[in-house]
């Protein structure tokens, strides 16, 4: 039953990049993370983390964001997360807007003998300021993100993992009265564990948004290493 249910995440990372619409605006990046993490007592840690994009076949910088993160462990199943996220965005002018976003979290875990199920629900909330239009910029948008990720410890060092992101357009003063789905993210990679609380991971993402007139999907490469606590499995 795992084994399947991981290999149906593979198939469709694949599906969505051999079906793509060849009408869509098609880019490559990197994604480079760096983290840090503390653990107050057994059931709070907090982090940080800084993580840099690039964009037009990884020539430029097209993101940068600063988040900080409180985690309350409830069961060992079962843990709650709160999110703060300073982003700058490169606007079509070769400016960086500002944007403010904070987060909550609410994830549940199930591990079965080497293999680990994880589901994380993300209701977001995020506003639009510097070097963006008053008209829009400072009405928040919601969104609802739904996360699925299945790992696999192949020994004390290796765990390769897969994930499916669907996120759900709540609201946008810049689009009314639209709820729908507007972007899923397929990732594939590894961890690697290393001594001393150490994290680096190596993975590859399909992104692409949803029903919108010029939908834009992206391939990325990314890297990611973090240190000074466990944190949870699921990060952007």
Not at 192 to 218: A, C, H, K, M, T
Request: charged content about 25%.
């Amino acid at each position: 039953m795992y084994r399947n249910l991981s290999f149906l995440l593979f198939a469709l990372f694949l599906f969505a990049g051999l079906s793509a619409d060849a009408q869509l605006n098609k880019d490559f990046g990197h994604w480079y993370t760096l983290g840090f993490g503390k653990d107050i007592n057994e059931r709070w840690d907090v982090s940080v983390y800084q993580e840099l994009r690039t964009e037009n076949n990884g020539t430029s910088i097209g993101r940068t964001f600063t988040q900080f993160a409180v985690d309350y462990e409830v069961q060992r199943w079962f843990r709650l997360g709160l999110n703060y996220r300073f982003i700058l965005n490169k606007r079509s002018d070769e400016s960086f807007g500002h944007r403010h976003r904070i987060m909550g979290d609410v994830q549940f875990r199930k591990y079965h003998q080497r293999w680990r199920f994880i589901y994380r629900n993300r209701t977001q909330w995020e506003v639009r300021t510097w070097n963006y239009t008053r008209e829009y910029g400072f009405s928040p948008a919601w969104d609802n993100r739904n996360t699925i990720k299945i790992d696999y410890r192949i020994n004390r060092k290796f765990r390769p993992f897969c994930s499916f992101d669907l996120r759900f357009l709540l609201r946008d003063a810049r689009i009314p009265g639209v709820t729908d789905i507007d972007r899923t993210r397929f990732v594939g990679g590894v961890d690697i564990d290393l001594p001393g609380y150490r994290r680096f991971s190596l993975f590859v993402l399909l992104s692409r948004n949803w029903n919108i007139p010029e939908p834009d999907q992206i391939f990325v490469v990314g890297a990611e290493f973090s240190f000074g606590s466990a944190r949870p499995a699921i990060m952007n």
